[in-house]
């Protein structure tokens, strides 16, 4: 089965696993779509890859100049491959089983989904657009967008706030483009029972149950394995605005009770180490094979397009926020600052 997908006409990525359906739901297209940039992930049992007489970076990663690729071979009991190809208006992405089954304990970057984040913030970059790690909701004709890091309240602020008359973009990714708007990008959020409970969500007994489920699990085998939660799908709940002007940024932080306005200095300082930290696209192994290969992939020169375009974009914004909360209650300083936003009922989930 292949698994299509259209971001607002910007990119399309195309896939026979189903990895990017909980990031992408809201995007399913029926066809292929012939967009500028296209991603291709695919599942190749038959793949077979040897970095013999190759170039190699590592004992996994080598590169075949002919076809521009990228390669991984790893040649255990079983043996990993995968290749990343890139192309004119994209890239293709091919792998074994087996590399699905371990790429995951081999380090950060390697899994399909970081390798797409990675990528697709290239294609975003010569785009002239950027993609941020936090949330984003329309507050009246404004918006405001919130960079945080994992865990730290982005879902809580955004559906809260959604549940009082805000307008939902995201709350996790946020693509912006050179005009300083962001488009919507409603991944299925992580609500924690805590969440779920705030919001008066009507949970199907299967749904408590899994949340209790996570919510064990979570405690034995730590945050880091298992997240808890349950993931639901944020347009079943509020209205989503399908893009938004960027009129103010408000980073959130945990810990003490504070809201104050921040300098331009200290508010690039904040989305850098954001960005550092969850999405370090430019550290991704492939990435860095391919700058070293390649010497056409100037890795630098999109770190600095980036650098200039974050300057850009912060500068353009007279109210940049740091908004701490030692409850985790961050939306309710938001809403202060926002008082004409009205409750909003959430409707039933459907039963399953």
């Given amino acids: 089965m292949n698994y299509r997908y ?21 995007f399913r297209s029926r066809r292929d779509t012939d967009l500028s940039t296209r991603c291709q992930f695919v599942l190749d049992n038959d793949l077979k890859i040897s970095l013999r007489k190759k170039p190699v970076f590592n004992v996994m990663l080598g590169y075949d100049g002919e076809t521009d690729s990228v390669e991984f071979a790893y040649p255990w009991i079983r043996p990993v491959y995968a290749r990343l190809t890139f192309g004119r208006n994209g890239f293709v992405f091919a792998f074994n089983k087996n590399y699905l089954r371990f790429s995951h304990i081999v380090a950060e970057g390697w899994q399909t989904s970081e390798v797409f ?23 009246g004709d404004e ?29 996790e990714l946020a693509v912006i483009d050179s005009h300083g708007s962001c488009l919507s ?14 919001l008066g969500l009507h949970l199907t007994g299967r749904q408590k149950l899994s949340m209790q489920i996570g919510k064990l699990k979570s405690k034995l085998f730590s945050l880091r394995f298992v997240t808890g939660g349950l993931r639901l799908y944020p347009e079943d709940f509020f209205e989503i605005c399908d893009s938004v002007k960027i009129t103010k940024v408000a980073f959130i932080q945990n810990g003490v009770d504070d809201f104050r306005k921040v300098s331009l200095d200290e508010a690039i300082t904040r989305f850098m180490a954001v960005r550092n930290f969850e999405l370090g696209w430019d550290s991704n192994p492939y990435l860095i094979a391919e700058s070293f290969f390649n010497p056409s992939f100037d890795i630098e020169a999109f770190r600095a397009t980036e650098r200039t375009f974050v300057s850009s974009f912060l500068s353009e914004l007279e109210e940049i926020y740091l908004v701490s909360s030692s409850s985790g209650s961050h939306y309710k300083m938001l809403e202060n600052y926002k008082p004409q936003l ?10 399953s």
Avoid: E
Avoid at 6 to 20: P, V
Avoid at 127 to 133: E, L, P, T
Avoid at 187 to 198: D, H, I, M
């Fill in 6 to 26: 259209n971001f607002h006409n910007l990119f399309s990525l195309t896939a026979n696993i189903d990895d990017f359906d909980g990031l992408l739901h809201a």
């Fill in 117 to 139: 984040r990675s990528v697709l913030m290239v294609a975003l970059i010569k785009s002239g657009m950027y993609m941020v790690h936090g949330a984003t909701v329309k507050l």
């Fill in 143 to 171: 918006g405001i967008l919130i960079p945080s890091f994992a865990n730290t309240g982005k879902t809580t602020a955004a559906w809260m706030l959604a549940q009082r008359g805000a307008k939902y973009l995201t709350d």
């Fill in 185 to 198: 990008f409603p991944c299925s959020s992580l609500v924690t029972p805590g969440l779920a409970k705030s």
């Fill in 342 to 351: 009205t409750p909003k009922l959430i409707p039933r989930l459907p039963q």
